[in-house]
């Protein structure tokens, strides 16, 4: 078995650690690996959604073009999380984003039908979908909760915060719109916060 797909089987085990072999060996079997370079889009916006990602490693994000032809990002997704988008994807609808590379970025690619056939033989499998899921569902929140209530400096430090490793990972004009401030803004509020911290 392919070594990537093996470290993906043993998240899954850490998730579940009560999984039964059988039930892995059964999922890996229809997994596939995709590698996307930089600007590769792995869902696309208007398409049905067929798989359920799972990064390996690299970063995507998720999207829209607003009315004005705008770029908005509304999700960063990294390392040892999902890519999917949940609503399209229960409701058998086509995405309203699309999910695009940053970085080189390998995925492990679920089928939909396949998981859902596992999870119907090994129900500890729709355990393992659900604590995936509600960490999707937590992200989605915490960012709607932040645009609603924090100002566009504590958006930013929370950003930080949570996400350390990713700051120095994503183009200033990305982080710009998934926080919701302009790039003049953005940079007088990293200046300000350097001045206060010397």
Known sequence: MNSIIQSYLSTVQET????????????????????????????????????I???????????YINEKGEDITVNFVDEKKLVVHLDALSKNKPSKFSFQALEKTIIVSIPKIHIDSCAEKYPVLEKYLRIMIEQVYCRMFNRLEALLNDNAEERYLNFVED???????????????????????????????LERSK
Request: with cysteine.
């Open 53 to 63: 990602g799972y990064i390996h490693s690299g970063l995507i994000r998720a999207f």
């Open 163 to 193: 996400f350390p490793t990713l700051f120095n990972r994503i183009p200033i004009s990305h982080l710009c719109t998934y926080l919701g401030v302009k790039r003049q803004s953005l940079t007088r509020i990293r200046k300000k916060i």
């Open 16 to 51: 579940c650690p009560n999984i039964p072999n059988d039930a892995l060996i059964l999922l890996g079997n229809e997994l596939e690996i995709f590698e996307l370079q930089p600007k590769d889009i792995f869902i696309q916006a208007e398409l049905f959604q067929k798989s």
